[in-house]
């Protein structure tokens, strides 16, 4: 089954540490790759996302991420975080080609924490 | 302006009650859909919507029905109300069933069982 994993469930880092937060998922297909973010009291937004083409994406707030198609990753790194950073950061995966249908397979989320 | 709103915000209710949630988007899109994100904080599909037809039906039990009255508006009817419904419940929309579309969320609605 098509699935999403990410491994850190809660992380605590200080302003200017740098971050990466690590994404795996199951399906041997061809994907599309997101990263949603959900500040405290905000809706889910779309941080960056990854089609086709250079496999290192750029988003949103300094954030990029890289697509590894061998290691099934995409993890997410940001070299100096804010404060403002605080908030839950969702892995997506969405099948490509014929089995396009815009479903979207989350991961469980990991709460980022970033003290002043 | 909320491009997608969902009301109520938060639904206190009793089992065995039956209660609707609505979703309503003012971006034009032609796509809807309606996640469920569970106390593990998993966030999982239920349905999907395209200019109110069905695309995504993700084995839900027949207790929840989905209704489009027209293209903008996704509503979320749960009969029967169980405690392992207790979540919180996402609507989006996209342009199209692409999923190189980005999907717009609405705010959520925290359902709480008792």
């Known amino acids: 089954a098509q699935s999403v994993s990410q491994h850190n469930h809660h992380v605590i880092l200080s302003e200017a540490a740098s971050l990466e937060l690590g994404c795996n998922y199951s399906y041997g297909g061809t994907v599309n790759l997101f990263w949603y973010v959900q500040y405290p009291g905000q809706h889910l937004q779309l941080l960056l996302k990854y089609f086709s083409g250079d496999p290192l994406v750029k988003g949103i707030k300094g954030f990029e991420a890289e697509f590894i198609k061998s290691k099934f990753s995409f993890n997410l790194r940001k070299p100096s975080v804010q404060w403002s950073d605080t908030a839950e950061y969702f892995c997506a995966v969405s099948p490509g080609g014929s089995s396009n249908t815009g479903k979207l397979i989350f991961g469980q989320g990991t709460t980022l924490q970033v003290k002043p | ?114």
């Open chain 2, 1 to 114: 302006d909320t491009a997608v709103s969902q009301t109520p915000k938060y639904l206190v209710t009793q089992m065995g009650n039956d209660k609707s949630i609505k979703c309503e988007q003012n971006l034009g899109h032609d796509t809807m859909y309606w996640y469920k994100q569970d106390s593990k904080k998993f966030l999982k599909i239920m349905f999907s919507y395209n200019n109110k037809e069905l695309i995504i039906n993700e084995t839900v039990p027949n207790r929840f029905s989905p209704k489009s009255p027209d293209k903008a508006h996704l509503n979320l009817h749960i009969n029967s109300l169980e405690l392992g419904d207790s979540a919180v419940y996402f609507c989006a929309s996209s342009y199209g069933t692409s999923a190189n579309n980005e999907q717009f969320f609405g705010p959520g609605t925290r359902l709480t069982v008792l």
